[in-house]
């Protein structure tokens, strides 16, 4: 089945402690791309992925770090999390930037 | 002005009825154009896609592009409670390498 997985799923952490959230699709995707999705503010791209070792800022980067060291895999990394990074988190993939995205299941995050 | 503009809504249809949702691009060169379905909580999907000028069907969807005005839209035909949910209008342009999502409308389907 194609698909996009994102874990954990839903995370409580406290203010400066590192987290991963992975992100792996199986659809042999070169874009990958992160966004944070806050009330009344929509979908907010933080960064995104072309291909392999390819990455670039989107609208709302600040605090966050990502790498693309393979092509299904595609983590977001807040090396000091604080609470107005507390959101829900959607990672996507699609063959090209201006096609269609597939949508992972959303990590929700709370900083406390 | 935004890139891509939907009424937020929420918009409100009794069941059974014809649901119209709008959206609004600046970009007179985008190329592709998509609607995703966004229950509360969950993660968008993808119901429609279409790349040229008309309708495109699916079901009860139909999409349809009107690139002169600069608009498309989604129809939901014979509209059911569990429609209920948020409609993201996404377009994407090669000329700006993006995919622009807008905030999406809530759609409210009375039983």
């Known amino acids: 089945e194609a698909q996009v997985t994102q874990n954990p799923r839903y995370l409580i952490t406290v203010t400066g402690k590192k987290l991963t959230v992975t992100c792996s699709q199986n659809?042999?995707?070169?874009?990958m791309s992160w966004y944070r999705q806050d009330p009344g503010l929509g979908l907010r791209q933080i960064y995104y992925s072309m291909n392999v070792e390819v990455t670039d800022k989107g609208d709302v980067p600040e605090g966050y770090k990502v790498s693309r060291k393979e092509k299904r895999n595609f983590p977001l990394i807040l090396e000091s999390p604080s609470p107005n990074q507390t959101s829900l988190y959607f990672c996507?993939?699609?063959?090209?930037?201006?096609?269609?995205?597939?949508f992972g299941p959303g990590t929700r995050l709370t900083v406390t | 002005q935004k890139e891509v503009e939907q009424n937020s809504g929420p918009l409100s249809v009794p069941e059974g009825a014809i649901a119209s949702l709008n959206c609004t691009y600046s970009d007179r060169v985008s190329q592709s154009f998509f609607w995703y379905r966004q229950y509360s909580g969950k993660s968008p999907e993808l119901i429609m896609s279409?790349?040229?000028?008309g309708d495109k069907e699916d079901g009860r969807f139909t999409a349809q592009l009107n690139k002169a005005s600069q608009y498309v839209s989604l129809l939901i035909r014979d509209s059911q409670p569990s429609d209920s949910a948020t409609y993201l209008c996404a377009v994407g342009s090669s000329n700006t390498g993006k995919l622009i999502f807008g905030q999406g409308t809530t759609l409210q389907v009375k039983p």
């Open positions: 996507a993939s699609s063959k090209d930037r201006t096609y269609e995205q597939y």
């Open positions: 279409i790349y040229s000028n």
């Open positions: 659809m042999n995707h070169e874009y």
